[in-house]
């Protein structure tokens, strides 16, 4: 990322507008990276099930309504570009532009980034990962990372938020969507070991790295189902804090 000259500085404000002509050019302004050995096994894993994972769930209706309504609260008309991390399929993407949002969509399996932009050809997707989303700091209105972050390691994850929050201008909003648990712990996905995250436990690790909650939403699990969770925040200014997101 290309450093502000301060916490939020505005002259390094990104504002991407969508257009049904969006060139290579363009989209070359926009390249994540791929920058880890976990980033390559789960963007294998995901590329074998490529297919059968955008029949099942690469479209809105397959979304909760609850969750949809969950995001068009916090995300529909954010002030800047919102970026969807880990967008899949881009269906949320696409979602979030009809609902009035600059929306762009970027995630580690080219498949699913193929299959959106041939869904999608005027929005703007590109592989990468979270771990580099490659944007100036302090530009994005507003992030989404449904499911995106639940195959992080926990150790990790700290690090990844931080640089959410540093692509963030100040009071912009994060909506975080994963599986909830009693306890942090590992479970057996279908794809690849992910994790279950107590609410209170991922909110307070947010806050450590400069954000503040204002709004969160919980459903039960049942016997097909997991427990489901989704956060949303606002990015606050950032600060020295006495407990450092490590030690969460």
């Known amino acids: 990322m290309r450093p502000a000259a301060g916490p939020d500085a505005s002259a390094s404000t990104y504002t991407w507008k969508p257009n049904s002509t969006t060139s290579q050019t363009a ?3 926009f390249a994540p990276r791929v920058c880890s050995v976990l980033d390559a096994t ?3 894993r995901y590329t074998e099930i490529a297919d059968v994972y955008i029949d099942m769930f690469g479209a ?3 979304v909760d309504p609850e969750d949809l309504q969950f995001l068009h609260r916090h995300l529909g008309r954010c002030d800047g570009t919102v970026l969807d991390v880990g967008c899949g399929p881009g269906h949320l993407t696409a979602y979030l532009t009809e609902l009035g949002a600059i929306a762009r969509g970027v995630d580690l ?6 299959g959106a932009r041939s869904h999608w050809p005027e929005l ?5 990962s979270m771990r580099d989303l490659d944007v100036p700091d302090h530009s994005l209105g ?10 992080c390691e926990p150790t990790e994850l700290g690090a990844v938020l931080a640089g959410f929050r540093r692509s963030m201008k100040h009071d912009g909003t994060l909506v975080v969507g994963f599986f909830e648990g009693d306890e942090l712990e590992p479970f057996d996905h279908k794809v690849i070991t992910a994790h279950r995250w107590p609410i209170d436990q991922l909110s307070r690790l947010l806050s450590a790295v400069g954000f503040v909650e204002i709004e969160r939403m919980r ?13 949303a925040l606002r990015a606050t200014c950032l600060r020295q804090s006495a407990m450092s997101w490590r030690e969460n």
């Open 60 to 62: 809105v209706e397959h």
């Open 27 to 29: 989209r070359a302004t």
């Open 109 to 114: 399996v080219p498949a699913f980034i193929d």
């Open 42 to 44: 789960i963007s294998r």
């Open 219 to 231: 459903r039960a699990g049942n016997d097909r189902v997991r427990p489901h969770a989704a956060l």
């Open 124 to 128: 703007d997707f590109a592989v990468g």
């Open 142 to 151: 507003g992030i989404l990372a449904w499911y995106s972050l639940i195959h």
